[in-house]
Each structure stands twice: as C-alpha cells, then as structure tokens.
C-alpha cells in the first residue's frame, strides 16, 4: 500500500500569494473602465518566479473584482494563453528568452477581441483599435513590471540602478491609481504618508524627498492636478529636518506641515466627517510609525541599509594598516641600526707599540745592563726589527738590525720573546678576522631583515580606498543577476584582490565571470568563506597568464644508495615560483646532506622576502663556514607567471638550456660552487619564457656521460617534448645509454619546467 504525505504551503508562500492576488486586484483598478491590467504582474509572476500554477490562481482570484462573467473568461483565456506558452517551455527544457515577448503579445489577444466589459460593449473597428492601443501599452508596462519585480527582489541585497528605480516607480504609479480608484485619495494619502514617515525614520537623510515625488504621483495622475506634488515635497522637507530628533518630531513636523497644507487649500471647510477622514489621513500613518518597535525598525534597516558602502571597516582597516605599517618601520630601523653597529671599524690597534712594549716590559725590564744600555739606539733598533718580524711572521738572527746587535747583550731573548708575541699576535689577528667576517655576515643578515620589514611597511602603510571599480563591478554584477551586498577593491594589477559579500548559492564561474568582465583582468576563486544570513564572502585574486609543469628524473652514481643532487620547487608568491637544483661536491649521503642544506636555506630566506643578491652571499657564507671542506653547485630560476621572464643563477654548475619550438638557447656561467670562497660571485641570467617553452637544469654527471657540449646541444634539438617529465627522463635515458655498460659513473639529475598558458 502505497502512502502519500500531504506538503502544506508555508506562511512565507500563503502571504506572497495572497500579496500577489491583492496587487492584481489593486491594478485592475487602475484605468477608467477596469481593463485588466492585473496582467503586467502575471506575466512578471511566470517570468521571474515561475509561479506558473500560483500565479494563475492569483490572477483569476484578482479578476473577481471584475464582478462580471465577461472579465472573469477574459482573465481566464490571458491564465490559460500564458500557462500553455510557458509550459512548452518547460517540456522542451528551454529558456524563455526573448520568446516571452512574443508570449506577451498573445496574452493581450483576449482583452482585444473577448473583453465586452463596461465601455468596451461594442466591437467596432474604432473599439478594437483603441484596445489595441491599449494592450500596446499593457506590453510595454509589461517589460517594465518584469523589470520592477526583479529589481525588488534585489532591494535591500545590493544596490538599484537608475533604471530599477524607475521601473518600481512606474509600478507604483499603477498601484498607486488603482488605489485611489478602488478605496479613494485618503486612504492612499494615508498609506503615502505612512511610507513617507517610515522613510524618513529609516535614511535619515534626503532620501524621502524623492521618495514623495513618487509618492504623490498616483494622486497627481488621478486628480489631474499638480498640487499634490508639491505639497507632498513639502512633507518629505519637514519631516527630514526633523529625523535626526526622533520618529516623533518627524511625525509632529509632518503632521503640522499636513494641518497647514489643508487650511491653504480649503479643507477645513468641508463638512465636519470629510475634515474627520483627513486628520485620520495624517494621524494614524504618524501614530503607527511611533508605535513600531525599534527592533523591527532595527531589522528593516539592515535587510534595506546593509549594502551601502562600510565607511567605518575601512577606516578600520586603514587605521591598523597603518598602526602594523608604523610598527613594522620601527622594526626596520631597529635592523638598520643592528648592521651599523655590526658595520662599526675596530679600534685601532697599534701592534707595532704594543710588541715593542711587550718585548720592554719582558727582556729590557730584566737586563742586567739596563742601566748602560744605549736606549736610544737600541730602541728603534727593536721596533725595526718587529716590522719585519710582523711582515714574514718569524724573526731570526738575519733579522738583527746592526745596531741592535752591536749594543744588546741580550739579542737571543729578545728574539725568542718576540717570536712567541708574534705567534700570539697572529692568533689574535685571526680572532679578529673570523669575529670581522661574522660581524659582516650578521649585518648583510640585519640588511636583508631590514630591506624586507621597510617593503612589508610600505604595503600595509598603503591605504583601501573606494575605488571606482568597484561602482563598476556592482553594475556588471547586477547585468548578471548576482545579489551583492559589499565589494572590496584593493591591490595592484599584479596583486589585484576583489572580496564580494553574495548568496552563498551564487555560483563561484558566474561571479568570477563578471568580475573579470568588470575590472578587465582574469581572476580566479582563491577563498569562499561563509558569513551568516545566508551569505557568503568571496575573494577573487587576478590569475596569472601561466601556469608551470615539472618533471625530475635521476639516479644515483653506481654502488651508491643515495644521490648527492638535490632538487626543489618553490612557490614564492602568488605569482612567482623557484626551482633549483644543487649539486653536492663528490656522492652519496654526505653530498646529499651538503646539497640539501643549500637548497634548504636557500627555500627559507627567498621565502622571507630577502633579495636574492643578499640570500646569495649568506648561504655562501654560512655553507664556507661549515666544518667541512664540501662544497655545492647552484641552478636556480624565479620564473614570474605573469610576462614569463625568469632570473637564473648559476654557481659552479654546467650549462642549462631553454628548450624553444624553433631555437635552443645556452645557459652558462663561470663562477665557483659554494663554499668554495668567502666571496660568491655568482652568474646571473635573464630570460623570457614564452608559452610552451622548457627550462632545463641538469648535474655534472650527465653533460659528463655525453662527453662534450655539442653532442649534449645536438640531442637536445632533436628533441619535440610534449611534458617536462617525459623530456626529464629521456634526457637521463639517452644519458645512461652513453655511460660504460649504461651505469652511472657520477649522480645523475634532469630537471624540467614547462611553461603553459594558464587554465
């Protein structure tokens, strides 16, 4: 047996049908003879909603109002027109598009030829083609009132252009004179007034003065007069000078300024239950708006206010930009002072005076023949003999001055004393020398640290400011029908960032699409991250033109169980990656260790910001400086996937290759591995990368198995790689297959990088 549950509507849907049914009712109301112009919201029902079924039943409840049997079959043939087109739609799984005009069109065939209701009894050619005219200007309010319906489902969700307002505007012109014909001008005075007043208390600034302009409209139009529009101006006036005191100061400016309009113009001598009706006009829409409870106020200005521009966030955000920005200069300060103090010259240091009072105080203060000796002669004898004996580091007999010699008794001892303060001077000077050199280390160190907090400041000093863009990214966004309630623009062409508050059902393709279409540049989703109220905030980063493949292959040298090359791939930003392959001297797990260790250093400081010069001479420095005497070679590229063009460094490595559709290009250097110096003085190269492109960095043991370079070049252009892992391995096939019995007789590594164009 079969069970069937039973989906009852939710109060949500029952108050939007029965809304629905009542402006229907209203706008049959709205032209001289009660034509059915409940039709604009039916056809704006089936298009925007696809309330099909709920939207006929609405407007055949609306055509009641008809009272007569003629409109009710009229109202019912334009249902059934509209229910048949669109349904094919749907079977056919099709779009409406611009079939739905033609759609419209059909739906005013009833009330041109079926409708006999009140004026139109007679079918005449001068009735058909006043009704022509007529169902004309029902197609066009038609378009208007889709227009109308879609802009209101996006009030208070993202900003209305020029155009929406106008077509809600015209809307409620419609509304509004079905209003004044089905219930009279003061029940619509009172509900105009009412929106008025609640405008008022809402913006809090000029707003309702447009606002009243639309307002008094549908009086102007019914009465054929135009005082109500400048009446209802005076109102918008009083009541916004008096908003920023309260709801009730508004409302009493108001309702003096509507007491004062009715004397002007006569009311007052109306019969008392006529001067009756228009106080109530006044009073109850100012009575109802100080009675609202400020949470529902609270909750209407922030599902209608929310998507103004954040003036206050930003101010934030700038203030502690700048905060981070002023601490982050004290910081480098603080590193520029760390490396003038490292920077500071030794103290003089006069060894000459110090070994000569060293040699007085140790031999001439001992001598028994102090109280002869010729001190003026022996004197400068001693401090010739220390330069010489500073200059070759040892003094012997050859040495001796000749005046020295003739009148010191005590030459052996002066000799043996100096000897052992120049070993000790020696000592010290090398002490000095190593303090020196890691004074200078720790100071190009601090430069580094420095050079990177002064950019970091720069960046976050930099102000968000409303830029432009971002009125035209909210326009494109509305083109494309996505809700957005906040846009930020911040970042340069390179680091452009855009971070949009939408739907959190707005698909990522669709906002992405317009935002790129908006600002003029590709971006691509970088984070979703999920807000509250069914919102989400999305944040589009500009995507770079290329994108990069890699491919390794290598083996280690025949017997060992490691290889001494090492290999990394590095993202250093969001638009620049590092690749690198090192070269430890000899093999095995040592060299392994010394090629890992460059490479690891190297990965840290380019990651911290350091130029590369910098990173350069530290890593040297600190690899020179290891107790070892192992040294490494050096391939590095920091590509940019932005205009492709890729900076090389080449320390003590063989020749690497740019792989072209039509050309093979060279890249060499001469400099030393590191460690090798105290100095590193490396080769540096740039290049321009273009689409399908191959960078090739290779180790000794391979240009070694090929035996000279223009073997190695002629293997390479006949080579047409598809991927950089296939060009990987080929290489270190046809490597292995010139080595003696194909075994490795070095370590063996082939790296490879494609450049493509980016998804």
């Not at 056809?43 to 925007?48: D, I, L, T």
């Not at 995507?543 to 250093?572: M, N, Q, W, Y």
Request: aromatic share 8%; hydrophobic share 50%; charged share 20%.
């Amino acid at each position: 047996m079969r069970h069937f549950s039973l989906r009852f509507p939710s109060v949500r849907s029952i108050a939007a049908f029965a809304a629905l049914a009542a402006g229907m009712a209203v706008l049959n109301f709205s032209l001289p003879r009660h034509e059915p112009a409940a039709v604009l919201l039916l056809w704006a029902a089936f298009c925007v909603f696809r309330a099909n079924l709920a939207g006929t039943l609405a407007y055949l409840a609306a055509s009641a109002v008809f009272l007569s049997w003629q409109g009710t079959a009229c109202a019912l043939a334009q249902a059934a027109v509209l229910l048949l087109c669109f349904g094919i739609c749907v079977r056919l799984k099709k779009q409406p598009g611009l079939w739905r005009l033609l759609f419209a069109v059909l739906a005013q065939l009833p009330f041109v030829f079926l409708f006999p209701h009140a004026g139109y009894a007679a079918v005449s050619l001068p009735v058909l083609a006043q009704k022509a005219v007529l169902a004309a200007f029902f197609l066009l309010a038609c378009v208007l009132a889709e227009g109308a319906v879609r802009a209101l489902r996006r009030a208070g969700k993202c900003r209305l252009t020029g155009a929406e307002l106008a077509e809600i505007s015209l809307l409620w012109l419609l509304l509004g004179m079905g209003m004044c014909n089905a219930f009279g001008t003061l029940i619509y005075t009172g509900i105009a007034l009412f929106l008025l007043l609640l405008a008022a208390a809402l913006w809090k600034n000029a707003v309702p003065v447009p606002l009243a302009v639309i307002l008094s409209l549908p009086l102007c139009v019914h009465a054929v007069d135009i005082r109500p529009l400048a009446l209802f101006a005076v109102y918008a006036c009083c009541a916004v000078l008096m908003a920023p005191y309260g709801r009730i100061a508004s409302a009493l400016a108001l309702a003096l300024a509507y007491l004062a309009a009715q004397a002007l113009t006569g009311g007052y001598a109306l019969p008392v239950p006529q001067i009756v009706f228009l106080l109530t006009a006044c009073a109850v829409p100012a009575l109802l708006v100080c009675l609202l409870p400020k949470k529902w106020l609270a909750q209407m200005q922030e599902s209608l206010l929310y998507y103004r521009e954040r003036v206050l966030p930003r101010i934030a955000v700038n203030r502690n930009r700048r905060a981070v920005g002023e601490r982050l200069y004290e910081v480098s300060a603080l590193f520029r002072e760390i490396e003038s103090a490292f920077l500071q010259p030794d103290a003089a240091d006069d060894g000459d005076a110090r070994i000569t009072a060293a040699l007085s105080d140790a031999v001439c203060a001992v001598c028994p023949d102090r109280k002869t000796c010729k001190r003026e002669k022996t004197l400068p004898a001693i401090g010739r003999l220390v330069r010489v004996g500073r200059a070759k580091g040892k003094a012997n007999l050859i040495d001796l001055p000749a005046d020295l010699a003739q009148n010191c008794p005590n030459v052996a001892g002066i000799l043996f004393t100096l000897n052992k303060e120049l070993e000790a001077d020696s000592r010290r000077s090398a002490a000095l020398e190593a303090a020196r050199e890691g004074r200078t280390l720790l100071a190009r160190q601090a430069h580094g640290v420095s050079e990177i907090m002064r950019d970091l400041a720069l960046r976050e000093s930099e102000e968000y400011a409303l830029s432009s863009s971002e009125d035209a990214l909210a326009k494109t966004l509305q083109e494309y029908g996505i809700l957005s309630s906040e846009i930020f623009v911040y970042g340069e062409e390179g680091t452009l960032t855009v971070s949009m508050t939408l739907e959190e059902s707005t698909p990522s393709k669709r906002a992405c699409a317009a935002a790129s279409e908006a600002l003029g540049v590709p971006l691509a989703l970088a984070e979703k991250l999920p807000l509250t109220h069914g919102r989400a905030c999305y944040v589009f980063k500009r995507k770079p033109r290329f994108d990069a493949a890699f491919g390794i292959a290598g083996c280690p040298k025949k017997g060992e169980t490691a290889s001494g090359d090492t290999h990394s791939v590095l993202k250093i930003d969001e638009r620049r990656f590092l690749v690198a392959l090192s070269d430890g001297m000899g093999s095995g797990d040592a060299a392994r260790d010394v090629s890992a260790r460059t490479l690891s250093l190297m990965e840290s400081f380019y990651k911290t910001g350091m130029p590369s010069d910098t990173v350069l001479v530290t890593v040297n420095s600190l690899i020179s400086y290891s107790a070892d005497e192992r040294f490494s070679c050096l391939d590095l590229a920091a590509v940019n996937l932005d205009d492709g063009n890729a900076d090389i460094v080449k320390i003590g490595s063989p020749a690497g290759f740019l792989l072209s559709q039509d050309e093979l290009k060279i890249l060499e250097g001469d400099s030393l591995p590191m460690g090798a110096l105290d100095a590193v003085h490396p080769a540096t190269l740039r290049v321009t990368m273009r689409e399908n492109d191959f960078l090739l960095f290779m180790s000794d043991g391979i240009t070694a198995a090929f035996g000279s370079s223009a073997d190695l070049c002629a293997y390479l252009s006949e080579l047409r790689p598809l991927n950089p892992q296939a060009l990987a391995e080929n290489v270190l096939a046809a490597a292995l297959g010139r080595s003696p019995k194909g075994e490795a007789g070095d370590d063996m590594t082939v790296l490879a990088v494609k450049l493509m164009a980016a998804a």
